[in-house]
């Protein structure tokens, strides 16, 4: 008899990101498995979220409260609906010699999260790990976003159905609905010379969808920017546009005013 090693090639790295799509819609993604062995290569494909020890495995601190590096949970938000957020065709079949798999990676949020996550494992025979990916993704609820800044929330979150204490009121006529917030902080350093500006910056997207099937790019503009400047706040453009699919960075920078005062820290929207 003679002994010989499995060995295939990934098409991708150890991250396959899916990128933004809109809630209840979904993207596709396409990875391949070439087998470069002179066997035939029998292969079973599984995800982290259909785990049976996954329950057992939650039963531990959230990754938020622990070192980065002890991360042991790679399963992020998941629908509401109960089914999987990402799923994968095939699941199981043969990989002949010289061949090459291909693996269709769907992604379809349920609801609105940046969190969407898990690990897809190709297995061999049953037992040998070839290939990890972890999967990633972001739902937005509207196809036009605006993000960055310091994180507001956790990256997990309940998929208990909590009830209102109090009926919600039907929103008035002529009311503008909620905005979300996006908190920026900039940190100067005083003392270097020339003046080095604090910095950071907004990521506005569109997403590509139905939606937007008739627009090539989306239209953008900030206001109360004179105000924002009076305050030592500068924008890289007050207005712009992004296409459909894209997402373009916008800097932010912030140099103290001449009758700045370290007692009282400026604040600007």
Same mark, same amino acid.
């Given at each position: 008899?003679?002994?010989?090693?499995?060995?295939?090639?990934?098409?991708?790295? =150890?991250?396959?990101?899916?990128g933004?799509?809109?809630?209840?819609?979904?993207?596709?993604?396409?990875?391949?498995?070439q087998?470069?062995?002179?066997?035939?290569?029998?292969?079973?494909?599984?995800?982290d979220? %259909?785990?049976?020890?996954? =329950?057992r495995d939650?039963q531990?601190?959230?990754s938020?409260l622990?070192?980065?590096?002890?991360?042991?949970?790679?399963?992020?938000?998941?629908?509401?609906?109960?089914l999987?957020?990402f799923s994968?065709?095939?699941t199981?079949?043969?990989?002949l010699?010289?061949?090459?798999? =291909?693996?269709?990676?769907?992604?379809?949020? =349920?609801?609105?999260?940046?969190?969407?996550?898990?690990?897809?494992?190709?297995?061999l025979?049953?037992?040998?790990?070839?290939?990890?990916?972890?999967?990633?993704?972001?739902a937005?609820?509207?196809?036009?976003f605006?993000?960055?800044?310091?994180? %507001?929330?956790?990256?997990?979150?309940?998929?208990?159905?909590?009830?209102?204490?109090?009926?919600?009121?039907?929103?008035?006529?002529?009311?503008?609905e909620?905005?979300k917030?996006i908190?920026?902080?900039?940190?100067?350093?005083?003392?270097?010379?020339?003046?080095?500006?604090?910095?950071?910056?907004l990521?506005?997207?569109?997403?590509?969808?139905?939606?937007?099937?008739?627009?090539?790019?989306?239209e953008?503009?900030f206001?109360?920017?004179p105000?924002?400047q009076?305050?030592?706040?500068?924008?890289?453009?007050?207005?712009?546009t992004?296409?459909?699919?894209?997402v373009?960075?916008?800097?932010v920078s912030?140099?103290?005013?001449?009758?700045?005062?370290?007692s009282?820290?400026?604040?600007?929207?």
């Amino acid at each position: 008899g003679c002994g010989v090693m499995p060995s295939t090639v990934c098409s991708v790295g =150890d991250v396959l990101d899916l990128g933004y799509v809109v809630a209840r819609e979904e993207a596709t993604s396409t990875f391949q498995v070439q087998n470069t062995s002179t066997l035939t290569l029998r292969y079973s494909v599984q995800l982290d979220s %259909l785990s049976p020890t996954r =329950d057992r495995d939650q039963q531990r601190l959230p990754s938020f409260l622990i070192s980065p590096s002890q991360r042991t949970e790679f399963v992020g938000t998941q629908n509401y609906n109960g089914l999987s957020v990402f799923s994968i065709f095939p699941t199981e079949g043969e990989i002949l010699t010289g061949k090459t798999q =291909d693996f269709v990676v769907t992604f379809s949020p =349920d609801h609105e999260s940046l969190y969407y996550s898990d690990r897809l494992k190709v297995v061999l025979f049953g037992k040998r790990t070839a290939h990890v990916l972890l999967l990633k993704g972001a739902a937005r609820d509207q196809p036009v976003f605006v993000e960055g800044g310091v994180p %507001l929330d956790v990256p997990v979150e309940s998929l208990a159905v909590t009830l209102p204490t109090a009926p919600l009121e039907a929103p008035k006529a002529g009311l503008p609905e909620p905005v979300k917030s996006i908190l920026l902080e900039l940190e100067y350093v005083e003392g270097e010379h020339p003046p080095v500006p604090a910095t950071t910056e907004l990521r506005v997207g569109a997403i590509r969808t139905t939606q937007l099937a008739s627009k090539k790019n989306v239209e953008f503009s900030f206001d109360n920017v004179p105000l924002l400047q009076q305050k030592g706040f500068t924008l890289g453009a007050g207005k712009g546009t992004v296409e459909s699919g894209q997402v373009k960075l916008i800097g932010v920078s912030w140099v103290p005013p001449a009758d700045f005062h370290v007692s009282s820290a400026p604040a600007a929207s």
